[in-house]
């Protein structure tokens, strides 16, 4: 199963554009990438997911190299509302095991 | 409305005394899933049903138990609950088949405190 890379934390201020990247270097050819937000004392929420190039949604976008081995998520535009910690997960097909990495606490300021 | 959820959001045990949480699912999904959440740290997978196939992670501790009934509902019993047992229990439903490009619906969770 392939394990992901996430910076520990970010800081952005409101109305920028946030980008998150995610290193998945042993990430096999049927695997998915999955990213999903958590709010303290919540459960995550999906937001967006992708096998390669990009995906757009009315909340983030997803950007995967030909490669692969990567990936990055943007929000565009952020507000305070989006301060929480964003995972990265594969997502391998053929199994029901989902391995959460450290994740990024996204502090966005005013 | 409301998808997964989980009852009560907040459980106080004593330290030994068995303790269960409770999960329902309005999606009809055919798998289920429990997860420990510790004070920030990643969720972390204890098992998971494919309808009343019980599937248990390698690194679960035998005090962890779970119970299916029915789709809808699903059950984690914790026998011997420890200090270190304290923390966010997480519920998630996804579909099958499973073939990629699926995603998982988390419920909002139950904070366990262990006296």
């Known amino acids: 199963l392939a394990k992901t890379t996430q910076p520990i934390s970010m800081d952005s201020y409101e109305g920028q554009e946030v980008n998150i990247t995610c290193s998945h270097n042993?990430?096999?050819?049927?695997?998915?990438i999955t990213w999903y937000q958590q709010f303290p004392s919540q459960g995550p929420r999906f937001i967006i997911q992708g096998y390669k190039t990009k995906v757009t949604n009315e909340v983030a976008s997803l950007f995967i190299p030909a490669d692969r081995k990567s990936s990055t998520l943007s929000l565009p535009r952020v507000s305070l509302s989006d301060t929480a910690v964003y995972y990265c997960l594969v997502d391998t097909s053929g199994t029901y095991k989902y391995i959460f990495g450290t994740g990024t606490r996204l502090k966005v300021l005013a | 409305d409301a998808m997964v959820i989980q009852n009560p959001r907040y459980q106080v045990t004593q330290f030994g005394k068995p303790v269960t949480l409770s999960c329902s699912q309005t999606?009809?999904?055919?798998?289920m899933y429990w997860y420990q959440q510790k004070s920030s740290q990643a969720p972390k997978l204890l098992f998971h049903y494919y309808d009343k196939d019980f599937n248990n992670e390698a690194d679960t501790p035998d005090n962890f138990q779970s119970r299916r009934p029915n789709t809808s509902f699903c059950f984690l019993d914790i026998r011997s609950p420890g200090l270190g047992d304290a923390a966010m229990y997480l519920c998630a439903t996804s579909r099958t088949p499973r073939q990629g490009g699926e995603t998982q619906y988390f419920g909002p969770g139950t904070r366990l405190l262990v006296l």
């Open positions: 999606l009809n999904h055919n798998v």
């Open positions: 042993n990430i096999a050819t049927n695997d998915y």
